[in-house]
């Protein structure tokens, strides 16, 4: 089964027709898509209400694919002593009991920084964290290349298998060493994410200007790009019960159309799209 979504749902203007207010948005989002990648929960540890509703606005066929919060994957800017770092994971698990309990919860995702490469130290760092997490079902996802180096790739994919992490395959611009390749391996039965970044490589890093983030993720991927993918979604199906794609290149707006274009490929359903508000007539026209 392939399940195709978005990275959030409120900014995707084309799914969402004239006078939709944002209380309504999932609602709606949920006619379109039936998985969904939490990113706010990256910034804050939701309340558990906040997933409640989240579960009860949704289908019984919807699923949500939760961000780590930034202080569980290092890249706060607290400094948390062990004892510290166990709360936090406690509380951020006791966050989504409402999504584990109405069997919404796809997976957590752990997306580590650039700059957190293949040493000793980071590969305790994420065997901790798969042990604080206990049986709930992780993603990982690695932006450095030293990860997925001719020497280190197998090991770190059967590191992965071995802890029982789903593999979060990416595709992203490739700006070294803060990125990387697309490795089109699963490493877990039940589950494998892939991740459309976009290939917008003079923006993919921190270049200092105060709107890096927002054009971070500005691209839209061609037809022939997404031909490309058809492929290795086809042989990462067969390897895992479920294939979750979630396009995060929306920086233009470009998410939910080239989600729609893949699901086309793919022989899926798709809804009509809501109708185009008609043009304002010109003044005295």
Not at 60 to 87: H, I, P, R, W
Not at 93 to 121: H, N
Not at 226 to 235: P, Y
């Amino acid at each position: 089964m392939i399940t195709i979504g978005l990275a959030g749902w409120g900014d995707h203007d084309l799914i969402y027709g004239p006078g939709i207010r944002q209380p309504d948005k999932l609602r709606t989002y949920n006619r379109y898509f039936k998985a969904v990648e939490v990113d706010s929960s990256y910034y804050a540890i939701h309340k558990p209400e906040m997933f409640e509703k989240w579960a009860a606005e949704t289908s019984a066929d919807f699923t949500f694919l939760v961000k780590a919060f930034q202080g569980m994957t290092g890249q706060s800017q607290v400094k948390y002593s062990d004892s510290d770092m166990a709360e936090l994971f406690r509380n951020f698990r006791a966050s989504m009991e409402p999504l584990i309990d109405a069997g919404k919860l796809k997976a957590v995702l752990f997306q580590y920084p650039p700059w957190f490469d293949c040493t000793r130290e980071h590969v305790q760092i994420v065997r901790a964290a798969r042990r604080r997490m206990d049986d709930v079902p992780l993603a990982l996802e690695f932006r450095h290349q030293s990860w997925f180096e001719p020497g280190m790739r197998e090991r770190t994919l059967q590191f992965m298998r071995d802890e029982g992490w789903a593999h979060s395959v990416c595709d992203e611009p490739q700006v070294m060493p803060g990125s990387v390749p697309i490795v089109p391996e699963a490493t877990h039965p039940a589950l494998t994410v892939v991740r459309f970044h976009g290939r917008n490589a003079p923006g993919w890093t921190n270049n200092g200007q105060d709107d890096w983030r927002a054009v971070r993720y500005l691209y839209k991927y061609s037809q022939e790009e997404l031909l490309a993918w058809k492929e290795r979604l086809e042989k990462l199906q067969r390897e895992s019960k479920e294939l979750c794609v979630i396009f995060n290149n929306n920086s233009g707006g470009d998410a939910a159309a080239n989600a729609r274009q893949l699901m086309e490929m793919l022989g899926q359903e798709r809804r009509e799209l809501p109708p185009e508000p008609p043009e304002q007539m010109a003044l005295f026209e």
